[in-house]
Nanobody
Framework: QVQLEESGGGLVQAGGSLRLSCAAS????????MGWFRQAPGKEREFVAT????????YYADSVKGRFTISRDNAKNTVSLQMNSLMPEDTAVYYC????????????????WGQGTQVTVSS
């Protein structure tokens, strides 16, 4: 089992940057594929980015490609999401999630979730 805790959310102006972090603890966090998802008010949760266990491959939603970067440090059991050129439509609660073996953009396939961190982008 893996426990996840996000941090780094906050209020930022459009065009600004934020860096989210996810601290993983429990059973060998480096064995898990990690993903970031987000949920805006009144909308379904959506995929943002995912990274393989080694960190060698990353995948992004089209809406964030070129602006967001996912990375991981297996020595520190952390996963980060660097968010640049933020837009008001990026406003959402951001969740870190973990699953075994293969990357996935489907939130239902992830086994473990953090509590979420709020990101608000003002125009």
């Amino acid at each position: 089992q893996v426990q996840l805790e996000e941090s780094g959310g906050g209020l930022v102006q459009a065009g600004g940057s934020l860096r989210l972090s996810c601290a993983a603890s429990g059973r060998t966090p480096s064995s898990y594929v990690m993903g970031w998802f987000r949920q805006a008010p009144g909308k379904e949760r959506e995929f943002v980015a995912t990274i393989t266990r080694s960190g060698g491959k990353t995948y992004y939603a089209d809406s964030v490609k070129g602006r967001f970067t996912i990375s991981r440090d297996n020595a520190k059991n952390t996963v980060s999401l660097q968010m640049n050129s933020l837009m008001p439509e990026d406003t959402a609660v951001y969740y870190c999630a973990a699953r075994l073996i293969l990357t996935s953009t489907y939130d239902g396939s992830y086994d473990y979730w953090g509590q979420g961190t709020q990101v608000t982008v003002s125009s």
